[in-house]
């Protein structure tokens, strides 16, 4: 993969999107320019979720090939094509982790956060910063407490049990609190569609 | 059984209404399990207010991946990809090449059989469908002609001589499943865990706790369709309520089957 000019944002994001509906058409040279354009992203996901480099790599093809499969399943008028993959990489790590028997989470959320002179890579297509903001906004009017558990939930792919294990709580009480973490989160995002 | 806001199952240990939208949000965070895991994925693919729910909190959720650092994979991975899609389209299209006259015969018989197996899914997903209109509050099963197209692999389990029997069809590309667990009952006591023990001999992979009685379609993730190919076996474990709890040994094997093509 050799480098080229950084696209702005918006191309890249449209040059993804145009990527995206050529796959669909069955178009196949357009995969090798989705994987270029988005595999250190989505690559990142799988690392953070699954803790394992090989296991990481398989769930990357896994989401490649998959993508070549059934290119029809994204919806272009919907999310943004990078929101997409990304969402769609994260769930297959994480049916990896649950279905397999691989241990995940094996770093811990604060360790593996980007420091804070680490830039992304330059060919790191990132989501769509107003949706950032508001999901980051929810996200923050949540107790710290709740809010946590639900990033670790979200950034390590632990369980209900896991989550409720660490905080030595039963798990009847960490159901409930990130149940009414969600419903609040889900009022807040809800709110910022309609203004 | 339509939309998606109907029959929230309360949850006694929280105060929490834990109704359809709550658990899309908590599959999208990724706390399913077991069970309810395949349940979602089953509901997802028949339920279009579930699965638009569940593509709402993804879309919200997926700006907090921006905070994830990225990672380049290895050169292999791509050769990996590349050479995963080249035999894949091999195999979908030998009539392309005239050299390989015997494999067109081969393929046209593979046809004719799958559309023979698909009319007795049908059939018996019928069967089902008449059953669950007895029980409300069930999802009903994915109709075959949804599930499309390919040669589908087979596996029956008949459960000791009791005449009872698991059908568990796998339609390749699809990666769906339909397991059909018709006439099992629940006991209240233990719940049946069905594992996928792979051809190469490799570690067994949970397919998730069987729903009795019911005929249940459950999308795979890649993991398991790559291992689930002609000489993949199952067995049903029993297991404690909710499925085989982690760190421990699973339960007894009550029954065995393995896969073939049709």
Same mark, same amino acid.
């Given at each position: ?73 994204? /919806? ?6 990078? +929101?997409?993959? +990304? ?7 994480? /049916? ?25 890579? +330059? ?42 294990? +660490? ?29 | ?38 349940? #979602? ?18 879309? $919200?959720?997926?700006?907090? %991946?921006?905070? &994830? ?8 991975? $791509?050769? *990996? ?74 596996? %029956? ?13 796998? &339609? ?12 099992? !009952? ?8 069905? $594992? ?6 490799? #570690? ?6 069987? %729903? ?11 993991? &398991? !369709? ?30 065995? *089957?393995?896969? %073939?093509?049709?």
């Amino acid at each position: 993969m050799a480098s080229r000019p950084r696209p702005s944002t918006a191309e890249a994001r449209e040059a993804l999107r145009d990527a995206m509906a050529r796959l669909a058409d069955g178009d196949q040279s357009a995969l090798e320019e989705i994987y270029r354009a988005t595999r250190v992203k989505l690559f990142g996901i799988c690392l953070r979720i699954l803790g394992d480099q090989k296991e990481a790599e398989d769930a990357l093809q896994d989401v490649y090939v998959n993508l070549w499969q059934r290119a029809d399943r994204y /919806d272009p008028t919907r999310a943004s094509p990078i +929101a997409w993959l +990304a969402a769609f990489a994260r769930n297959r790590a994480i /049916d990896r982790l649950r279905t397999g028997k691989v241990r995940g989470g094996a770093v811990p959320v604060e360790e593996a956060a980007p420091l804070a002179d680490e830039t992304p890579l +330059a060919d790191m297509l990132l989501v769509d910063a107003e949706q950032a903001a508001q999901i980051h906004k929810c996200l923050g009017g949540l107790d710290d407490r709740t809010q946590g558990h639900i990033r670790a939930a979200f950034f390590e792919g632990q369980t209900y049990a896991q989550l409720a294990e +660490a905080a030595d709580v039963p798990l009847g009480t960490m159901k409930s609190w990130i149940r009414r973490g969600l419903m609040r989160l889900r009022a807040c995002l809800e709110a910022s569609e309609v203004a | 059984m339509n939309g998606s806001e109907n029959t929230p199952p309360q949850t006694p240990d929280d105060g929490v209404q834990r109704d359809d939208p709550m658990i899309a949000a908590e599959w999208a965070l990724g706390l399913l399990e077991g069970e309810e895991l395949l349940a #979602a994925r089953g509901k997802y693919a028949t339920d279009p207010a579930f699965a638009a729910r569940k593509e709402w909190w993804d879309d $919200w959720f997926a700006p907090l %991946t921006d905070a &994830i650092p990225g990672a380049e994979p290895r050169a292999q991975v $791509w050769d *990996g990809i590349s050479a995963r899609i080249a035999a894949q389209q091999a195999a979908a299209a030998p009539a392309g090449d005239a050299a390989v006259p015997t494999n067109v015969v081969a393929l046209e018989a593979r046809v004719r059989r799958w559309q023979w197996v698909a009319g007795l899914t049908s059939a018996a997903a019928a069967v089902a469908l008449a059953l669950f209109a007895f029980a409300p509050g069930r999802s009903p099963v994915e109709t075959p002609a949804q599930i499309a197209a390919a040669a589908p692999m087979v596996a %029956t389990v008949p459960i000791g001589e009791t005449g009872l029997r698991l059908d568990v069809t796998y &339609i390749p590309e699809s990666e769906k499943m339909l397991v059909a667990a018709i006439g099992l !009952t629940a006991d209240g006591v233990h719940d049946h865990e069905l $594992w996928l023990v792979p051809a190469d001999g490799g #570690a067994l992979q949970s397919l998730g706790v069987v %729903t009795p009685g019911e005929v249940r379609s459950m999308v795979l993730p890649a993991a &398991i !369709t790559a291992k689930l190919g002609d000489g993949a076996s199952l067995v049903l474990t029993r297991e404690p309520i909710g499925g085989k709890p982690e760190g421990v040994d699973a339960g007894p094997v009550v029954a065995k *089957g393995a896969f %073939t093509p049709v």
